[in-house]
């Protein structure tokens, strides 16, 4: 074995502090001497005499050799110079490469913000790297989401994880701060601010009106779709993400955003879509509703009014409601009536209804975002007149239907915006896009002076606020046995020229007047008060 | 200018640059070593070697070339010492940093040089012509050597090796433009000036069936990339013997088709063509090796981290496939361009000596090598950069890997040999010259 002696003697010369300097000097020194020499020899082969013209490297491969080398050239810069262009390479930098001086770990992310321009989230530099801020904690927890270095994106955050880190080349300005940016490698840049259709005083109040119940609260702008309050409860910090919050997964757990992904049987509020169905198809019915309910074979139990359990409950006997016209049955909700409604009004129309709410296939909320912005497909195929039990249990939104929070807000929504269901938008950059037609105008002002009706007379009574007329209907979802019913109250504000559809779902709440009626007052009541709604 | 025209365009025999070339080593060595030092590594004498066996050979190769009077333009030589000066640059970094480029396995290509000098010794004043009588033997010991290491070798990283991890199919690399070169200039063949539309059944079956075995044998090897470069050596070849295009139209038909081929019955082949063209629709997968590369590019950015202020250990087969992207991070976009340019200029050189060939066999074996050297550096380096699907194959002069460097070595020795007037066509080509 050759003795391989250590140089012990350089060590000293280049722990050196002034080394860092020599280094620098003599890396230039390097860069300008290979260029020297690139230069001299470009020199000498230019002046050496071509051969004989009949032999020759063919012309088409010295072409496509220089253009090749051309290429590579600029394909090169296209990721070593402008990789800051290209949001999808600088997320993945900052995923998963793991050079401490990679300057892509110095880009920020850009601010999230409500419609008004209140950050909402926002960069920070912190000791261990760049971190999201979430400033109002769990209030936006399920929209917005989470981008953690650990535990990865959800909402907003994952959809618009490349928007945020964006930079597009726009003016000459843009073109300068690239110049610059290219030789002090863009410390600390941010990516573009993104507006999304939120409303910042909205959404707290809601979140306080519903504080402690688990549920979910939607308020949607009723022109554009624009979703201005989503609430979900239970939620997260994203602030304080931690194993804890990823071992209640599930149904039961707070990452769920039961506005958008969970599942619910509508109960009474789907009884605007079943009035909208009928008389968009024309009949207006005067139907009896007897106490002993209406059902469509004898095998099947009858389905009955809330009234008549009452009355059950207390010992007393109840008469029925007698025969009802549409509006004074969507006033007392009358399950018989609807029942018999949605028979005669027959499958095809109420599916009819259903597709053009757009709800018989996926919306997806934002493109590229993760699965909890996709709103899933209600089942409205299977209705048959073959089966009138299950149109009967649909037409009272029982039986196998589930719809999600937004799905209610958007049916009021779509009420009050003259019969056109809109794509809920969470982006003020999305476009406006109509989903399909429930109805015509005429009809949906004829269901919102009903729903009216239910305010001022009816289940919602406990809903007038004075000064704003407000439009809605009570929900009470049986869910089984020993089980409280999911209570839900929705609507439409003001009644007259509706802005704002609303939706409040209280997870076994009870009726819908006693729990979901008076938080969605207090969200109401509140946003008037102190002007939101304006 | 007048001063211009009565010295010669480039300066005769002597320096070859070596001056300031040794300068720019001497820094690179003391920001390489320094940078491993500042580590926390303990250099050894070892370590100077490579840097040593550098001097050595390229003051070698300059006072051989000064003592046997070397005919050719000093350009290319100086290219030549330069180019394996980066190279020994770029190893001696990643020997601090990676297992499979230390102690010995750093000294070996270090020795490419040698066999330049060796072979140019060995084939100039026009001995080269003599090998144009091999060249079918040529063609059967490229035949041989991978059918060999597909019965003896041993796969690794999807590609066969040959016991003690050398690729004894590189020597393909030198054989193949022999016996390209040989069988396009036999005159009984008839390739000169003969368009596709006119072709002669005999030679151009034999093209193809010859072109075929060798290729369904590399492709065994699931060797590429080395199908791709000895392709495009080929064609500039066969275009530059018959002086007619019309034959793209067979290579680019050939080229679609076994692409959908390797397409249809190569997985990885599938995989890395969807690395290429979209590398993040499988970021950790697919995409993972070329994304780390272009990483390790813009972490460099302009000017580059300089020697040792990268991290080559984060680039997945940084010692081979990949080391244009180490080399891209500590140099930077400005150290890439020269070395592109470097290349480019090597390309120049051997355009100027393929035209200044008289013998059909010396000029198709110039055109040859040139193209395929061109073509094995813009395949790798397009690889890295995502301008090409992967293929796997080495960076010559600058990549790890002894079997590759000594190849390089002799494909450069054989066109250091043809870059002078061979004896015999000297005395027409200084008539001609006169005459202008």
Redesign the interface.
């Known amino acids: 074995m050759i003795p391989?002696?250590?140089?012990?003697v350089?060590?000293p010369f280049?722990?050196d502090e002034g080394?860092r300097i020599l280094?620098?000097g003599?890396?230039v020194?390097?860069?300008l001497?290979?260029?020297?020499?690139?230069l001299?020899?470009?020199v000498?082969?230019l002046?050496?005499?071509?051969?004989?013209p009949r032999?020759?490297?063919?012309a088409?491969?010295?072409l496509l050799?220089?253009v090749?080398?051309g290429?590579?050239?600029v394909?090169?810069?296209g990721?070593?110079?402008l990789?800051r262009q290209n949001e999808?390479?600088v997320g993945?930098?900052q995923r998963?490469?793991?050079?401490e001086?990679?300057?892509?770990h110095r880009v920020r992310a850009g601010k999230i913000l409500d419609r008004n321009g209140h950050v909402l989230v926002e960069s920070r530099v912190t000791d261990s790297g760049i971190r999201r801020w979430y400033r109002f904690g769990p209030i936006f927890s399920h929209l917005i989401g989470y981008n953690h270095p650990v535990y990865g994106l959800s909402g907003i955050e994952s959809g618009a994880r490349e928007t945020l880190l964006g930079r597009e080349l726009r003016s000459r300005d843009d073109l300068i701060s690239l110049g610059a940016g290219?030789?002090d490698?863009e410390s600390y840049a941010e990516g573009p601010a993104l507006y999304t259709t939120l409303d910042l005083p909205l959404q707290r109040t809601a979140y306080e009106a519903l504080a402690g119940r688990n549920g979910s609260i939607v308020i949607l702008d009723v022109r554009s779709g624009a979703v201005r309050a989503m609430i979900s409860q239970p939620d997260f910090d994203p602030n304080r993400l931690g194993p804890s919050v990823f071992n209640r997964s599930g149904s039961e757990g707070g990452l769920v955003n039961r506005a958008i992904q969970g599942r619910y049987p509508p109960g009474s509020v789907w009884k605007v879509l079943i009035a909208a169905a009928s008389r968009q198809k024309g009949a207006d019915r005067t139907l009896p509703t007897p106490p002993e309910g209406f059902t469509t074979s004898p095998s099947t139990p009858p389905i009955r009014d809330h009234s008549y359990y009452l009355a059950k409950e207390q010992g007393r006997t109840w008469k029925g409601y007698g025969s009802l016209n549409l509006d004074e049955a969507l006033t007392v909700s009358s399950n018989v009536y609807f029942a018999q409604l949605g028979v005669l009004t027959g499958a095809a129309s109420l599916q009819r209804a259903v597709s053009g709410m757009g709800f018989t296939s996926p919306v997806t909320l934002m493109s590229g975002s993760a699965p909890a912005l996709r709103l899933p497909a209600i089942a409205g195929d299977d209705l048959s007149d073959q089966r009138p039990y299950a149109i009967a249990q649909f037409s009272i939104g029982q039986g196998e239907l589930l719809v999600s929070p937004l799905q209610v807000a958007m049916l009021m929504a779509a009420v009050g915006n003259g019969g056109t269901s809109m794509q809920p938008r969470v982006l003020e950059s999305q476009p406006l896009k109509p989903l399909g037609r429930l109805c015509t105008p005429a009809v949906a002002a004829q269901i919102r002076s009903m729903m009216r009706n239910v305010v001022t007379s009816g289940t919602g009574q406990k809903m007038e606020i004075p000064g704003l007329p407000v439009a809605g209907k009570t929900g009470t979802a049986e869910i089984g046995q020993g089980r409280n019913p999911h209570s839900w109250f929705a609507g439409l504000v003001p009644a007259d020229t509706p802005r704002w559809a609303f939706c409040v779902l209280v997870e076994e709440g009870g009726y819908g007047s006693a729990s979901a009626l008076p938080i969605a007052r207090d969200v109401v009541e509140t946003a008037y008060r102190d002007g939101f709604l304006r | 200018m007048s001063g211009r025209r009565n010295a010669p365009a480039s300066p005769r025999n002597g320096h070859l640059l070596l001056g300031p070339a040794c300068l720019m080593m001497l820094a690179a060595a003391l920001l390489v070593f320094g940078a491993r030092v500042r580590e926390g590594q303990v250099l050894t004498l070892w370590d100077l070697v490579p840097w040593g066996l550098w001097l050595m050979s390229s003051c070698g190769l300059a006072l051989c070339l000064t003592v046997w009077r070397y005919q050719g333009p000093p350009a290319f030589p100086s290219i030549l010492i330069l180019l394996a000066g980066i190279g020994v640059m770029v190893r001696a970094r990643m020997a601090g940093s990676l297992e499979e480029v230390s102690g010995l396995r750093e000294w070996v290509p270090a020795l490419g040089m040698a066999w330049t000098i060796l072979v140019w010794c060995l084939f100039r004043k026009g001995r080269i012509e003599s090998l144009r009588r091999f060249w079918f033997l040529s063609y059967i010991l490229a035949l041989l050597i991978p059918a060999a290491l597909l019965v003896f070798g041993t796969r690794f990283r999807g590609a066969v090796y040959a016991p003690g991890g050398m690729t004894p199919t590189e020597l393909v690399k030198i054989l193949i433009p022999l016996a390209a070169a040989g069988f396009f200039a036999n005159p009984d063949f008839q390739w000169k000036g003969r368009s596709l539309f006119r072709f002669r059944f005999g030679p151009t079956l034999r093209l193809v069936m010859g072109w075929a075995l060798l290729c369904g044998l590399l492709v065994l090897q699931r060797d590429l990339g080395m199908v791709v470069l000895l392709a495009f050596s080929l064609l500039a070849m066969l275009i530059a013997i018959t002086r007619s295009w019309s034959w793209a139209l067979p290579a680019i038909g050939a080229a679609v088709g076994g692409g959908w081929l390797v397409l249809r019955y190569f997985e990885h082949g599938a995989r890395r063509l969807t690395a290429w063209t979209d590398p993040f629709a499988d970021p950790t997968g697919a995409g993972w090796q070329v994304l780390q590369g272009v990483s390790g590019l813009y972490a460099g950015g302009l000017t580059g981290t300089g020697p040792g202020g990268g991290r080559p250990d984060r680039i997945p087969i940084g010692s081979s496939d990949f080391v244009y992207a180490v080399y891209g991070e500590e140099a930077g976009f400005l150290g890439s361009v020269l070395l592109l340019f470097l290349f480019g200029l090597l390309f120049a050189q051997g355009n100027r000596i393929a035209s200044n060939q008289h013998a059909d066999f010396s000029f198709l074996l110039a055109v040859g090598i040139t193209a395929g050297l061109v073509g094995q550096v813009i395949v790798n380096i397009g690889g890295v950069v995502t301008l090409l699907p992967v293929t796997g194959i080495p960076l010559p002069y600058i990549s790890q890997g002894g079997t590759s460097a000594w190849v390089t070595g002799i494909l450069m020795g054989l066109l250091l040999a043809l870059s002078e007037p061979g004896t015999a066509a000297k005395k027409s080509s200084g008539k001609k010259q006169k005459k202008k």
């Open positions: 391989n002696p250590p140089l012990h350089l060590t280049f722990a080394w280094s620098k003599l890396w020194g390097f860069l001497g290979f260029a020297w020499l690139i001299r020899l470009t000498w082969t002046g050496e005499r071509a051969g004989t032999h020759r490297m063919p088409g491969i010295r050799v220089w090749g080398i290429a590579l050239m394909k090169q810069a990721w070593q110079l990789g999808a390479f993945f930098m998963y490469d793991r050079r001086f990679n300057p892509a290219l030789l490698r």
